[in-house]
């Protein structure tokens, strides 16, 4: 046999071998096709919105998506899943706003392909950004929350989506953070609180500059944007994807734990805005957490989101409990009791952290220097020079209640320095250097009057020979409560 007709062989062989690789995918594939749209029902020439209106027994849904404005979303060339009420799912309920109705119609809607054969425990969002939790049942029937989907009216499908017969109205639950944003004047502190955090400013990527003022400044079509620490970076209450346990009480139940305090708080009417606010973040330490915990399977103890344990016993539960909502579960507490060692203990100035530092003169030299007999194994070296020169901390928290001042550093520079609160010394002046090195030094006692913020403040009062070579060298501040200090 001649060598092309060795070719002419192997050729016929692959040819041959080719043909039935590809019938016998062509099977599978479709096979795999008529699986995937068994029991289905398909309207290629139809919209979801046509198949909704051709549907006598979906009219009620119907007309409620052309009052809502939703039909011309619906007839767009995209991919939906609906899921669709019967008439009778619509007897019973209450009269609801034309604004209601648009997020309860929304609420039924998805930008998804979903079939049934994809039914199980799955969470899908809806397109006003909430999520409908399906769950299979063991008898292989599927629900949405206490809605049934039945079974023999799915998979209706159409060129731009697919719906699926549910016997109840899905009403969509509020999340925590719109929970609290609609609570009366009872909860205005918790709302003051959280408000307070918000931060609005220019959106410059969406305002339109439109043209200059007399000083030559850009003037813009302002589009304002808004953020919150806490909202966004503790406690993600507004997020939809997020869980969490909340604890509410009203205003009342909050002032009367501030008055059973008022030894460490003193008269919060003499308080400013930004003081008062410091002590509403201690009220408001215990009231959310992580995860959902129903009232019957409460723990023995919850981690707040700020990092406070408390011990559930110790919680006043009202008979308003297990408030369910889209991001979590909301109890009532009846009242307010924050454990004394959430807010009284000793408050540390590491002088090498940043943090409410302030220097009489920026021109000096400030840096971090090492040495491992510091708490944190560095130490704050400020190239002052001259008496009156000074660092000072803005220190937040700090009770109206007697504290014992304490400082050290390391045995260098010649200066005396002199510790002050408030413009007022407490104890005497020591000279940095024959303190010792690392030794802590005992200022004396300073009794507050007030709950919030202070300035303590270090202070060169007497030079070294050498004018011009007054540096300080400085490692804590530490500010012991008095009933603390001898423990």
Known sequence: MKFSDYQNVIFNLIFIISACFFMFSSCTMN??????????????????????????????????????????LLIKNQYFTIFVPTNSAFDGLP???????????????????????????????????KYLKIRKADNEESKIFNANINM???????????????????????????????????????????????????????????????????????VWAKDNFFLDNIALLNHETENYTTMLATDQAVLQFINTAEEYFGNIN???EKSFLQLLSIVFSVNFYEGIYDITEMPDTLTSVVGKKINTIDLNFSNE?????????????????????????????????????????TIYITEIRSDTRATNGTFLYYGSKFVGDYIEWSVDMVLATTYWIIWTGPALG???????????????????????????????????????TKTVRITIVSEETLPGYNSMYLDYIKLIPDELYNQ
């Open 414 to 452: 010649g200066s005396y320095l002199q510790v002050s609160i408030d413009g007022i010394n407490v104890g005497d002046s020591v000279e940095c250097y024959y303190k010792g090195n690392f030794k802590p030094v005992i200022s004396g006692s300073y009794a507050f009057d007030k709950f919030g």
């Open 270 to 272: 003499d308080l400013d």
């Open 31 to 72: 096979k795999e096709w008529d699986d995937y749209y068994h029991d289905s029902s398909v309207n290629i020439g139809d919209n979801v919105l046509k198949l909704i209106e051709k549907n006598a027994n979906y009219s009620r849904f119907y007309e409620t998506i052309l009052a809502t404005g939703y039909d011309s």
């Open 152 to 222: 023999d009216n799915v998979d209706v499908n159409c060129q731009n989506g697919v719906i699926h017969e549910i016997d109840q109205v899905l009403i969509p639950k509020q999340n925590i953070y719109e929970y609290i944003t609609e609570l009366d004047d009872d909860y205005s502190l918790l709302k003051r609180y959280l408000n307070s955090m918000d931060h609005v400013y220019i959106d410059l990527e969406k305002s339109v500059r439109i043209g200059v003022d007399d000083n030559g400044n850009t003037i813009y079509d302002t």
């Open 321 to 361: 409990v297990n408030i369910e909502m889209s991001n979590g579960i909301i109890h009532l507490l009846d009242a307010v009791n924050i454990p004394k060692e959430f807010f009284l203990y000793p408050i540390i100035i590491e002088c090498d952290e940043k943090k409410g530092r302030r220097p009489s003169n």
């Open 95 to 129: 009269e609801y706003t034309n604004a209601e109705w648009k997020n309860i119609i929304g609420f039924h809607i998805c930008y998804y392909s979903l079939y049934s054969r994809d039914f199980g425990d799955i969470d899908l969002q809806s397109i006003i950004g």
